[in-house]
């Protein structure tokens, strides 16, 4: 099974790398459902994105999956363009525009999951366009095993005349509307959602108000429009039974260390299941390690018959982890591995602190705070204002972040 990493920045890329990850999706422009919540990259970065990502061996899928209206018509076909020169393994897309004019000049098409792809003649329409199809993500996995067996029974063949590959959500942020077409943010705030533009009005506590006696109530004391963050990897045994071929994860606006702990969990987990050691112990470590980065809370998606989502508790972050900005790596020493930083915050670091480097060709760095020197004299923590140095296993650029890493939740 291919997994698949969201990419939003060159950390986010080298993080994707370093967890194992088989392909990276991301973004350019305004013509992707990230547009306004992710760091996307411009045409000027496709060459080197798919330099970086050939030398590591991965495929790069370029996301064009926006409505696209007739006055950007020039500009879609100008990504397409440089996404095909650039040597882009696919583009990613919705809108029929797209995806009979990447037909045309020869690239590869992946349907997104906005076109809602829930049944098998949706299937057999959409392959005389494109290899791969993102399932709608409310679909149980009996039906996903389903439309598999059909396509394999039917030899429904893509372009490049291999049978059509599913493709499925594993890990992350949900929508609380079918395949994320959701009209709430346009509705409030003229900011559509379908443009990429989503401003996560669904992610907000509510009041029902009686409009007659103005009394207030906060319904349930949750977040009911917020769906806690899919996880599947407890069940990814039946995942990958249902003859799904590619695991996509979630997060282009999400960090690097985000990208590296789930892509890396993923694919511990996919080579345990073809080796025979996908097992209960395994599974509650690869949920410890994925509490400890961004999440809403965790919720097995529909994949197993829910017919309505559930709903997160508080808002923002429930990772058992937290990342304190500390300083900017100033200076490596190559030959000795030192780095040299200056606390620039309010905070302090000491022996036996876990900490977390992330750079643009560093990816994440994280490691246990062994020795500190300040003025070359060993000392027990250094403060706000201190230049100190320290040894690390990897070499660090200048210019990488450091940040201390505070448990805030013991367990998951």
Known sequence: MEIMSPVGSYEGLMAAIQGGADSVYFGVGELNMRSR?????????????????????????LTVNTIVYNQELEEMRAIVDAAKQAGISAVIASDMAVITYANSIGMEVHISTQCSVSNVEAVRFYAQFADVMVLARELPLRQVAEITQYIKDNDICG????????????HGALC????GKCYLSLDNYNYSANRGQCLQLCRRQYLVK???????????????MSPKDLKTIDFLDKIVHAGVKVLKIEGRGRSADYVRVVTECYKEAIGAIEGGSYS???????NKRLATVYNRGFWDGYYLGRKMGEWTERYGSQATETKVFLGIVSNYFYRINVAEVRLQTANSIAVGDRYMVTGQTTGVYTDTMKEIRVDLKSVPKADQGDAFSFKTEQPLRRG?????????????
């Open 37 to 61: 919540s992710a760091n996307n990259f411009n045409l000027d970065d496709l060459v080197k994105i798919a330099d970086i990502a050939r030398q590591h061996g991965l495929r790069t899928y």
């Open 159 to 170: 372009p490049k005349g291999e049978l059509v590959e599913i493709e499925v959500f594993g």
């Open 176 to 179: 609380m509307s079918v395949s």
């Open 210 to 224: 009686d409009v007659e006696s103005d009394t207030e109530l906060v319904v349930d004391g949750q977040y009911i």
């Open 280 to 286: 209960p112990e395994k599974i509650a470590d690869w």
């Open 400 to 412: 990488d972040k450091l940040y201390k890493i505070v448990r805030t939740i013991d367990e998951y």
